[in-house]
């Protein structure tokens, strides 16, 4: 079992940054696809980056590609999400993901989701 708590959520300006982090804890020394994926209530959740378990691949959605970065550091069982140059559709619940099959984290089918952290984003 992998239990997932993401943080660093909260109000921004249009065109300011932010980092989400997402620590693991359980089962971490498994290899661990990791990624995220956004919701606006009512709405359907969008895949937003993924990143492999080795950290040696990452994608992200073309709405952000360009803007945001998926990263990991294994040692802190940490994963981040680099967000730039923010855009108010980019306001949402960021939700971190984990699977052992990174087609899973991708259509965003994973084991392992976390609670969410709230990102607005103000004009």
């Known amino acids: 079992q992998v239990q997932l708590v993401e943080s660093g959520g909260g109000l921004v300006q249009a065109g300011g940054s932010r980092r989400l982090s997402c620590v693991a804890s359980?089962?971490?020394?498994?290899?661990?696809?990791m990624g995220w994926f956004r919701q606006v209530p009512g709405n359907e959740r969008e895949f937003v980056a993924a990143?492999?378990?080795?950290?040696?691949?990452?994608t992200c959605a073309d709405s952000v590609r360009g803007r945001f970065t998926i990263s990991r550091e294994d040692t802190k069982n940490t994963v981040y999400l680099q967000m730039n140059k923010l855009k108010p559709e980019d306001t949402a619940v960021y939700y971190c993901v984990a699977d052992l099959r990174m087609a899973r984290v991708r259509t965003g089918s994973c084991d392992y989701w976390g609670r969410g952290t709230q990102v607005t984003v103000s004009s």
């Open positions: 990143i492999d378990w080795r950290g040696g691949s990452s």
């Open positions: 359980g089962r971490t020394d498994l290899r661990y696809n």
